[in-house]
């Protein structure tokens, strides 16, 4: 054992080595180039790959980005002996005419490929990227807006930032938000009016109550008006946390046997959580003795699934157990720990019981379950109206003999 975790570490260590000897390898000078759009459309450059080793290799050269399109290599691939010290990366630039204000970048990509001949010896591949940045030109009036929320316990605090980058001041600017509530209305908030001097920042704010919302996202659309013109962007309000509840768990199970069980969960949050599972802790006198996993599930916003699944009891002798359960969704999201005590039974007992106390096991506090307790209700009703309807019957058939 000793010597495989040996083995192990001395792998990584090279592993790690080669992957430093990788990065600095190769470089780059320099690291980026910036082009003001308002001195030119059309631009030649170049930068230089650098063979800090002194070994032959070969990298492949590619564009990618969002002004990909308007960037063209001189070449695609450059080959490097042992004695190149640096090659020469040459390229063009050939800008649309109405290039976006603002920052937009593209990069051209340096790729090589190690020992790709030699599959048997580790080989990784080395990736830099060489920045081409474009400064657009603003119009005498452009504004960039953010949005944030700060939830302030009973209150949400609906924020938007505003930078003035055009040439010229702004007279009037205010920021209108909209938004669903729980019910499906639209909530309205505005913003106090003001001015916004050049390159100045502001922070405009508007609050609404926090219970007009439950738990789940919320689309938010800003839109800000600054003196005759208007910017709408939208962001996703987070109201509280995303929360599956367990709300029905069978309570008796029959000892050194295989049971089915029965489990409910319901979703508080209002849209759909995908990947959801239960993972099972049984303890027995303080001990783990036992684990397993439900199924996984995806459950609608504010709906509630079931899972129907076989619990191992086999081994498990009569008497009360604590299960500790943490309910998993999403692939990244765990809820805090609940235990419930579970009792196995002999058969005899676990029939005595089953018929009606086989129960809920919700907020680790035996409350009824909400669905079960639905489904007697409808029984009894449907009893009470089929006694009624044969009794009514039975009282006219006397009445006409």
């Known amino acids: 054992m000793k010597n495989n975790n040996l083995q192990k570490v001395v792998i990584w260590m090279f592993i790690l080595l080669l992957t430093f000897q990788l990065v600095t390898a190769i470089g780059i000078r320099p690291a980026k180039t910036t082009l003001i759009s308002e001195e030119g459309l059309v631009y030649s450059d170049s930068f230089w790959i650098v063979n800090n080793e002194g070994r032959g290799f070969k990298v492949d050269l590619s564009v990618e980005g969002e002004l990909a399109e308007y960037v063209t290599l ?18 063009e630039v050939n800008l649309p005419e109405n290039v976006p204000p603002g920052t937009s970048t593209a990069n051209i990509v340096i790729e090589e490929k ?31 807006v953010k949005l944030n929320f700060h939830d302030q316990g009973d209150k949400i605090l609906f924020v938007s930032e505003v930078e003035n980058l055009g040439k010229l001041s702004i007279d009037s600017v205010k920021t209108t ?6 019910e499906k209305t639209e909530q309205t908030l505005t913003t106090a009016e003001t001015s916004l001097g050049k390159k100045e920042n502001k922070l405009l704010e508007a609050e609404i109550e ?8 919320f689309e938010v659309s800003a839109v800000t008006k600054y003196d005759d013109q208007t910017l709408e962007i939208v962001k996703k309000l987070m ?31 209002n849209q759909q959580v995908e990947n959801v599972y239960v993972d099972v802790e049984v303890n027995k006198d303080g001990q783990k003795i036992d684990e397993f996993r439900t199924k996984s599930v995806d459950i609608e916003g504010e709906v509630m699934k079931r899972i129907s699944d076989y619990f191992d009891a086999r081994g498990k002798n009569e008497g009360k157990y604590v299960f500790k359960m943490i309910v998993n969704f999403w692939n990244s999201y765990k809820m805090e720990s609940q235990e419930y005590e579970i009792e196995l039974l002999n058969e005899n007992d676990f029939e005595d019981i089953s018929g009606n106390t086989n129960a809920i096991v919700g907020k680790a506090t035996g409350e009824g379950s909400f669905s079960s307790t639905i489904l007697w ?25």
């Open 74 to 91: 001189k070449k695609n691939t450059l080959i490097f002996r042992d004695d190149d010290d640096a090659k020469e990366v040459e390229f």
């Open 114 to 144: 190690l020992n790709e001949n030699e599959p048997e010896i580790i080989s990784s591949k080395l990736i830099l990227k060489h920045k081409i940045i474009v400064e657009g030109p603003y119009p005498d009036k452009y504004i960039k």
């Open 177 to 182: 938000f909209y938004v669903n509530d729980k």
């Open 210 to 217: 926090r219970d007009v919302f439950e738990l789940g996202e």
């Open 239 to 269: 109201v509280g946390s995303p929360k599956i509840e367990i709300t029905y768990f069978d309570k008796y199970f029959v000892a050194n046997k295989i049971n089915q069980y029965v489990m409910e969960l319901f979703n508080k949050w």
């Open 377 to 401: 209700v409808i029984i009894v009703t449907l009893i009470l109206v089929i006694g009624g309807i044969v009794s009514y019957k039975y009282m006219k058939k006397d009445e006409l003999e």
